[in-house]
C-alpha cells in the first residue's frame, strides 16, 4: 500500500471515528426529541422504546412519597389530623404513580407539568374535542368556535404551567442524562432522568421532585 493510500486510509477511519463519537454524545437529545415527540403524539409503542416504565414506576413512587411526607412535615406542627392526612396520602401515592408511569404522564412531565401529589392528581390528556377537529377535516366549523374555552380545563388544575418551562439539560456522567425544568424563579424545579442502554439507546427511568 502506498503512503498516499494510507493516509487516505487514516484520514477516513479518524473521520469515522469523529463521526461515531458525535454520534454516542448527541445520543440522549436524538432520544429525548424522539421520546417527546412520541409522548406528545400518545404514541404508545415508541413511547415504550424510549421508558423504561417499572423503573420509573418505583422512582415516582419513591419521589411522590418525599413530596408528600414533606408536606405533611410542614402541616404537622399544631395540627391533630395530620396522622389523618398522612395515611389518605399514602394511599393516594399507588394511583397517581400508576397515572403518570403512562404515555400521558411521560407527556405531561416532559412538558412542565410534573406530579405535586395532590389528591386526586391526574396528567392532563388530549382534548377529545380538538382531536376530532384535527383528524377530521371534513367536520363542521360548528365545534371550532368552542377551541378558545379548550384550556379552561388546564387552568382548573393546579399542576398546569401557566408558561412554558425553562428547561436545561446534559450529561451527570456517561451513562446519566438529567433535563432540569423550573417555571421560574422561585418555582419548584424537577429533573427527567435518561439512562444509556447500550451505546446510543436511552430511555426515561426516573424523575426527581424537588419542592422547594
Known amino acids: 500500500m502506498s503512503r498516499t ?17 458525535g454520534v454516542i454524545y448527541a445520543s440522549p ?41 414533606r408536606k405533611i412535615d410542614i402541616q404537622k406542627s399544631g395540627n391533630p389530623l ?23 404522564g411521560v407527556a405531561a412531565i416532559l412538558n412542565g407539568i410534573p406530579p405535586r401529589g ?6 392532563p390528556v388530549p382534548s377529545e374535542s380538538s382531536a376530532a377537529v384535527v383528524g377530521a377535516p371534513g367536520v363542521p366549523q ?16 393546579p399542576s398546569a404551567p401557566k408558561s412554558p418551562p425553562q428547561t436545561t439539560a446534559g450529561y451527570r456522567s456517561f451513562d446519566t442524562f438529567a433535563v432540569n425544568y423550573q417555571h ?12 444509556r442502554y447500550g451505546l446510543f439507546s436511552w430511555k426515561l427511568v426516573a424523575v426527581e421532585l424537588n419542592d422547594d
Open 5 to 21: 493510500s494510507k493516509s487516505v486510509v487514516i484520514t477516513l477511519l479518524v473521520v469515522v471515528v469523529v463521526a461515531v463519537l
Open 29 to 69: 437529545y436524538i432520544a429525548l426529541d424522539r421520546l417527546k415527540r412520541a409522548a406528545d403524539a400518545r404514541d404508545a409503542q415508541t413511547v415504550n422504546r424510549y421508558v423504561d416504565f417499572p423503573l420509573l414506576r418505583e422512582s415516582l413512587k419513591d419521589q411522590v412519597g418525599q413530596l408528600l411526607t
Open 82 to 104: 395530620a396522622m389523618i392526612g398522612a395515611m389518605i396520602g399514602a394511599a393516594l401515592i399507588g394511583p397517581l404513580v400508576d397515572s403518570y408511569a403512562t404515555p400521558d
Open 118 to 123: 395532590d389528591p386526586g392528581e391526574k396528567p
Open 142 to 157: 360548528a365545534p371550532q368556535p368552542a377551541a378558545p374555552t379548550q384550556p379552561a380545563p388546564a387552568v382548573a388544575s
Open 184 to 195: 421560574g424563579a422561585g418555582d419548584a424545579r424537577y429533573s427527567a432522568i435518561l439512562r
